[in-house]
C-alpha cells in the first residue's frame, strides 16, 4: 500500500497595505478561488469547483473543513501514519485513493472531495 500525506497548503497571495477597490477585489477573488475544491455531495455524479475549505491547527493536528454549497460539511483529520486523512467525527469512514500523483480523492457517506496531496513514492520506478 502506497503511503501519501495531504499536503493542505494553498497559496494565497500577499496583501499590500493601501490600494484601489479593484487590486482589493481581485485579492478577494484570488483568495476565494485558492479555498476552492472540486467535489460531488449529496449523490452527485459530476465534480465541480463550488466546496470550500478552511484549515484549523489544534492538539489533534491539522482539521480541514469542507463545506458543500448546500451549507452541509465534512471535518477531515490529517494524519501521519499513511492514511492521508480521516473523517474527524461522525460514524462515517473515509476512504482515500490517489486520482493523480498531487491529488486524493476522499469519499465519506456518499461525499466526495478532491484535495491537493504529496503522495509519498510518486514518480518513483515501482
Do not use: H, W
Request: with cysteine.
Amino acid at each position: 500500500m502506497r503511503g501519501f500525506a495531504l499536503l493542505a497548503v494553498f497559496l494565497l497571495p500577499a496583501c499590500g497595505g493601501g490600494g484601489d477597490d479593484a487590486r482589493e477585489e481581485a485579492y478577494a477573488k484570488a483568495a476565494a478561488e485558492a479555498e476552492r475544491i472540486e467535489c460531488a455531495v449529496g449523490g452527485a455524479e459530476r465534480f465541480e469547483r463550488n466546496c470550500t475549505i478552511e484549515r484549523a491547527a489544534g492538539e489533534e493536528g491539522l482539521t480541514l473543513t469542507v463545506r458543500a454549497p448546500d451549507g452541509s460539511f465534512r471535518r477531515l483529520q490529517v494524519t501521519g501514519d499513511g492514511r492521508g486523512v480521516v473523517a474527524a467525527d461522525g460514524a462515517e469512514q473515509a476512504e482515500v485513493s490517489v486520482i493523480a500523483d498531487n491529488r486524493i480523492e476522499v469519499a465519506v457517506a456518499g461525499d466526495r472531495y478532491r484535495l491537493p496531496a504529496t503522495v509519498k513514492g510518486a514518480g518513483q520506478a515501482r
